[in-house]
């Protein structure tokens, strides 16, 4: 009895040393389990940091890739219809499209900023009358300011000896200032897609050598569904850019607006350039009718656009690239946020082509593939992997 007794007691000792032993295995997990998540967050916060800080850099080099997959298909047309030794022709194909789109872009503000420019003298005098306006209501603003300031703010104004600077000739500085700027990336961006259609089949076979011959094949197949989801995005955006213009020149229309087609135009032209370029397609309209009709007009005039812009930017837009991309519009629209945040403009062309390449980069990850169904609009990865499977 007595070791019966003692062998119970061992084993209730045993048992709870066992439970004891499982709650502190448990402990220990959680603690692992927090310090993953830690080290996720700290990791994304670094990730974000070098994406900003490094932007002059993988701006370019980002902008090439989608560049270079989007002409691909123009490059082997042309190889798979020539000998072999002619090969080079598609790649000399494909960089004559692009200097064709990038001559047809800005052949087409330059025939824009022409057309501004002869019909400028007609409404100088309406324009000359606008701004003597708005420059005595800033300079009595000013003065109003200075005068709450107190005697010590203007002697500081004084010994400061500011300069006023013409807020035109200031605007024509930055303007040129962002020109030269964009057309430095832009060239940066057709010299590395023209390198990485050259290397791509080098880098291939290092893929194949390196990682094995089926790691290769799934690489290629995500390049693959990268680049039919980005030619699907420029055509939806081409699409919602005409929309956008058709809308513009039948709203200007009810108003009588002037140069209601260049409007229109300005308005499809600056739909590839999301934020900045609905701000500046919208605002040129609004002065002009500002300065030729009354303020009411030009108030009208500006909640249509905005209106416009609200409904094509905010909803019509994500719902379909949403939908042609696999996307959830939710994510498009935070994506458009981050990107703008990181990169400014160009971040934000790049937001949704940036959103499919990750999403499509998790699905192949089987570690990071839910985080790939959470980012599409799909409910399920068999939905997800039928819509962005290679054609």
Not at 18 to 24: I, K, V
Not at 97 to 115: C, D, E, K, P
Not at 156 to 179: H, M, N, R, Y
Request: glycine share 10%; hydrophobic share 55%.
């Amino acid at each position: 009895m007595w070791r019966i007794g003692r062998g119970a007691d061992g084993m209730d000792g045993g048992l709870g040393g066992n439970g004891e032993g499982r709650a502190a295995d448990g402990g220990r997990i959680d603690r692992v389990k927090l310090a993953l998540w830690l080290l996720g967050i700290i990791a994304g916060a670094a990730s974000l940091w070098v994406l900003q800080a490094a932007s002059s850099i993988l701006l370019p080099l980002v902008s090439a890739f989608f560049v270079a997959v989007a002409v691909a298909p123009v490059a082997r047309w042309v190889r798979d219809r020539v000998p072999r030794r002619l090969s080079w022709l598609g790649l000399a194909a494909s960089m004559l499209l692009i200097l064709a789109i990038l001559a047809a872009f800005f052949g087409s503000m330059a025939l824009v900023a022409q057309r501004v420019a002869e019909d400028f003298p007609h409404y100088a005098d309406a324009l000359g009358k606008l701004w003597a306006k708005v420059n005595g209501w800033l300079q009595g603003a000013k003065a109003d300011l200075t005068a709450q300031a107190g005697q010590g703010a203007a002697q500081g104004t004084g010994q400061g000896g500011e300069v006023p600077v013409d807020p035109i000739t200031g605007f024509a500085k930055a303007a040129l200032s962002s020109a030269g700027q964009t057309v430095s990336i832009l060239v940066m961006t057709v010299f590395l897609s023209l390198l990485m259609q050259l290397e791509a089949p080098v880098w291939r076979e290092k893929i194949v050598m390196t990682l094995g011959r089926e790691r290769c094949r799934m690489a290629v197949e995500a390049v693959t569904a990268i680049a039919q989801q980005f030619r699907r995005y420029l055509v939806v955006s081409s699409v919602l850019g005409l929309i956008t213009g058709a809308l513009y020149i039948g709203w200007l229309s009810l108003f009588g607006v002037d140069l209601v087609l260049l409007w229109g135009f300005l308005a499809f032209l600056l739909n590839y350039v999301p934020v900045v370029g609905s701000v500046v397609a919208g605002a040129l309209p609004v002065l002009l009718v500002l300065a030729t009709q009354d303020a009411g007009t030009a108030m009208a005039v500006a909640g249509g656009l905005l209106v416009i812009e609200q409904v094509m930017g905010n909803f019509v837009a994500p719902h379909m690239q949403g939908k042609q991309l696999a996307i959830s519009p939710l994510v498009v629209m935070i994506a458009l946020l981050l990107w703008s945040w990181l990169w400014g403009a160009a971040g934000a062309l790049l937001a949704a082509p940036m959103a499919v390449l990750i999403a499509i980069t998790l699905n192949h990850a089987d570690a990071l593939r839910p985080f790939a169904i959470f980012m599409s609009d799909k409910s399920d990865r068999e939905r997800f992997d039928a819509h962005t499977h290679p054609e």
